[in-house]
C-alpha cells in the first residue's frame, strides 16, 4: 500500500524522537513499506513550513518534433549544462488520447503495446508488438466510432494543458515559480518528449504528479515504471532530484471538491435526496489486486468513502453504489460492473441516478462517450427515469489549488534516484526507486493467467481454444505480410 494521508496522520510525531518511534513501530505492518518512509516524511513537513522560492518566470514548453511511435520509450536524453541557481519543475503525468479520428489506431497501439496492459507469458513477451497490432486494428473501427460521437478526438491533452497551466499560476501564487510539464503515457507529448524539456530547461527539482488521484499499476504504475526506466538509462536524468506523489485521493481539497460538484448536480433533481449516487470507476483484472498486490481496490473504496463522509457531514443521506467501467477481455475485473448494476438499481425501482466519475480528473471518451452515452442509454432502458452526471473536475478552482497544495508540501523532499539519502532512514525521498521497490518486494509473483489445459466446457479449454486461435491469426497475418498472398482470402474460396 502506498501513502495515504490518514495513515500518515496518525503517525505523524512532533519531535524526531517521535518519528524514530513511530518508524519503529510501522516496521511491524507487513506489506506496508513505502507507507511507513513516506509517512515519517509528511511527519517532518507538518514542522516545517516551506520556503517560499523565487526562481524564472514560467515559459511554455518548446515543441519537439516527435519520434516514430516504433521507437518509443527508446533512448536517452541529450545532456545539457544546468544552471547553477536551482529551478523547479512539476511533471504531470497522464493516459494521452488520441487527437483526431487517424490517431486512434496508432494510440491504440502504444496501450496495447504496454506489458501492464497486455501481460504475456516471458516467452511470448516478442509477440508483444504482433498482437498489440492485431488488437490496434481490430479494436480501432469502434473506438473511432466513439471519438467520432464526441468531436472526433480527445479533449484530454488540451484539458491537462490548462491543468498545468492554472496549477503553475496556483504555485505562483504561494511565491513558488516552476516550471509543469505533461507526459502522457500513449500519445503527444510523450514522457520522453515531457524529459526532453525538463533537462533543456534546467530543472534541478521535480515532482512527479500522477494526474489519477487512485494508484494502480494499469495508470500510475506503468507511467512510473517507464519513468524508472529513463532515469537509471540517462547519466542527466539519473542525478536529477525528484520525488513522487503517487496517490491523492485522500487530500481534503480534493474530497471537497467532488463534494461541491456531486451537490450542485443533486440540486437539479426535482428529490435530490432520493437520488443514488452512482460512482463509476475505470476498472482493473481481479488479478491485479488479488495476486499483484494493486492498492487500486483499497484506495478507491475509501475514496468514496471520505467523499459520501462529507456528503453525510452537509447533511446528504443519499445512498450510494460503486461499479467500475472499461472492462477489456476475457479476464475477470474488479466488479461489481457497472452495467450489470446499472440493470440491477433499475430492476429494484431506482429511478434516479448520479454518475459520478472517480477515477477521472478530466474529461474524455470514457466520461463523454462510455457514461454519458452508453450508459445513460442503458439507464433509461432498465428504468431510470431521472440521469445526472457529474462533471470531471478539469480546472476546478478548488482541485487545482489542492494539487498546488500538493506540490509545495512535497517539493522540500526531493531526492536522488542514485543513491539514498546521508544517514537519516527515517526521512526518505519518495524518489522512482523507492517507490517502486516497496511495491516491488510486497508483491507476489502472478500466476499463470490459467491453468493448463482440462478436458470440457471449461474456463481451461475456452481460453486455450482462443490461444490456439490467436496464435493461427498470427500465422496467416505473418504469411501475408511476408509473402504478399492472402491466405485468409483462399481459405474462405474453399467453401
Known sequence: MFLNSRSCSQLGTSSSSGRRREAAATQELAGHRLRQRQCSSLGQQQQQRVPRVQAAALSSPRPIAPRDQQQHGAGQISRVDSPPQAKNGVLLLNLGGPESLADVRPFLYNLFADPDIIRLPSALRFLQPVLANIIATLRSPKSSEGYAAIGGGSPLRRI???QAAALAAALKGRGLDAEVYVAMRYWHPYTEEALQHVVRDGISNLVILPLYPQFSISTSGSSLRLLEHLFKSDPVL???????????YQRPGYVGAMVDLIEAELDKFEQPEQVNVFFSAHGVPKS??????DPYKEEMEECVALIMAELTRRGRGNEHTLAYQSRVGPVEWLQPYTDDSIRELGARGVHSLLAVPISFVSEHIETL???DMEYKELALESGV???GRVPALNTNARFIEDLADAVVEALPYVG???GA???DTLVPMGDLDTLLSAYDRDRRTLPAPVEPWSWGWTKSAETWNGRIAMVAIIVILLLEATTGQSFLNNILALD
Open 160 to 162: 491537462t494543458d490548462e
Open 416 to 418: 536522488v534516484i542514485a
Open 421 to 423: 539519502p546521508s544517514g
Open 385 to 387: 427515469k431521472k440521469w
Open 369 to 371: 462517450e462510455e457514461i
Open 238 to 248: 539519473s542525478n536529477l532530484k525528484h520525488t513522487v506523489i503517487p496517490s491523492w
Open 288 to 293: 491485479y489486486v488479488e495476486e499483484a498486490g
